[in-house]
């Protein structure tokens, strides 16, 4: 009687803690893509992430290899929004189905419902974190570096990689807290209305950065002029009086119509926006 208890005892999971969740994250943040393969994608990266909070669930050899298996099925979301916010999920879900079969209780956490999560949230999750980090936050860090670039400092070729990856591990490390705490209703949390009101924000930000770049690094002017009864109108001039800058601001928009309308083909964009420019400076308008 006293064997079996003990044996019951070592089978017992457990206790994961907030420090567990932060090493899963941390492990998973950077082998993000090393293991990258055609058919899992980043699957063994998740797997390798929870191989130390799984260790300490599954005490029996057959379900920990159980375990291992139902996280090298194809994953793959982003790193910080997706991966921090599942990775999290994933050790709640876990946690709660190791109790479940420690108890010899029906399993209402099956392989199917953790997959299917998985499933369910990385494409979703990955839309925002790529829309949010990759689309406005790193363009952020680029503008505060460009006049440091332009310097020859080195420190504007760093700052933007090294403050973006800074940014990634903490907001990835808050998303997996928020996942393990939350459980899958975490999901709903991160797409939240505060959530939405930071990316709204984090939206408009990123509109006035991309207005100030296109305002001092792109470069468009008209040459020109006309007498009119012994006057004479320099058209640039009057353009920098109705609105200063407007002509680059107009040669952004029109790239951005061509993308919304033909799609990201920017070197169709660029080879069609060098025949346009290059003929209006042709005939002296540029």
């Known amino acids: 009687m006293s064997e079996m208890l003990q044996k019951s005892v070592n089978l017992e999971p457990e206790a994961i803690t907030k420090r567990d969740v932060s090493l899963a994250w941390l492990r998973f943040y950077f082998a993000n893509e090393i293991p990258h393969s055609f058919d899992k994608y980043i699957a063994p990266s998740l797997m390798w992430a929870l191989m130390p909070i799984l260790k ?4 029996d050899k057959k379900d920990l290899s159980e375990a291992y298996q139902r996280h090298l099925l194809f994953f793959n979301t982003q790193i910080s929004w ?4 599942i990775t999290g999920i994933m050790a709640s879900l876990e946690a709660a189905r ?9 399993v209402t956490i099956d392989d199917d419902l953790i997959y299917n999560t998985k499933a369910g949230l990385m494409g979703a999750l990955a839309g925002i974190g790529d829309s949010i980090d990759s689309g406005t936050i790193q363009y952020i860090f680029i503008a505060i570096a460009l006049p440091w670039a332009q310097q020859g400092n080195a420190i504007g070729a760093l700052f933007p990689f090294v403050m973006f990856s800074l940014y990634q591990l ?3 490390y808050y998303f997996a807290q928020l996942g393990f705490k939350l459980g899958r209703t975490a999901a709903t949390e991160v797409v939240g209305t505060k959530m939405q009101i930071i990316i709204e924000a984090l939206s408009i930000l990123g509109l006035f950065m ?3 770049l296109a305002a001092n690094y792109v470069k468009v002017s008209s ?6 009864s012994g006057k004479e109108f320099v058209i640039q001039e009057i353009l920098d ?11 952004v928009g029109l790239v951005y119509f061509y993308f919304t309308k033909k799609g990201l083909n920017v070197t169709k964009a660029l080879i069609g926006l060098t025949i346009i420019l290059g003929v209006l400076a042709g005939f002296g308008i540029l």
Do not use: C
Not at 82 to 85: A, I, P, Q, S, V
Not at 223 to 228: C, D, E, I, P, S
Not at 241 to 251: A, E, K, S
């Open 223 to 228: 040459t020109l002029a006309f007498t009119l």
């Open 98 to 106: 190791a109790q479940e079969v420690y108890m010899d209780t029906p």
């Open 170 to 172: 903490v907001i990835g």
């Open 210 to 212: 991309m207005g100030i």
């Open 82 to 85: 997706g991966g921090g916010t």
């Open 241 to 251: 009086g109705v609105m200063p800058g407007i002509l680059p601001l107009l040669t």
């Open 56 to 59: 300490k669930l599954y005490k």
